[in-house]
């Protein structure tokens, strides 16, 4: 069993950036597609950025695209969301998951094993 865990949360202010991790243990993290989820108080978990198993092909929600980049370290068994330009809107906790399908998609249901999340905060 895929075991995930997130960190590099942190507090940053607007305009600012951090660089997540997924770290994975228990099983080659290649052989999962990987996805980046985040869940603001009051709001839905909604899908952020994705990379495919198959062929580390990508995908970003609207709100990630041009300020979000995830990247994948197989060596290092571990998944990592490069975000830039923060917003205040991004504030949330952000959790990783994985998915034994070969490609990605921002659809929560076709996760099964999820971390605990790490909480980001954009504030001034």
């Known amino acids: 069993q895929l075991h995930v865990v997130e960190s590099g949360g942190g507090l940053v202010q607007p305009g600012g950036s951090l660089r997540l991790s997924c770290a994975a243990s228990?099983?080659?993290?290649?052989?999962?597609?990987i996805g980046w989820f985040r869940q603001a108080p009051g709001k839905e978990r909604e899908g952020i950025s994705c990379?495919?198993?198959?062929?580390?092909?990508?995908n970003y929600a609207d709100s990630a695209k041009g300020r979000f980049t995830i990247s994948r370290d197989n060596a290092k068994n571990t998944v990592y969301l490069q975000m830039n330009s923060l917003k205040p809107e991004d504030t949330a906790v952000y959790y990783c998951?994985?998915?034994?399908?070969?490609?990605?998609?921002?659809?929560?249901?076709?996760?099964?094993?999820w971390g605990q999340g790490t909480q980001v905060t954009v504030s001034s």
């Open positions: 228990g099983f080659p993290l290649n052989y999962y597609s």
């Open positions: 990379i495919s198993s198959s062929d580390g092909s990508t």
């Open positions: 998951a994985s998915t034994i399908r070969t490609m990605c998609s921002l659809k929560r249901y076709e996760y099964n094993n």
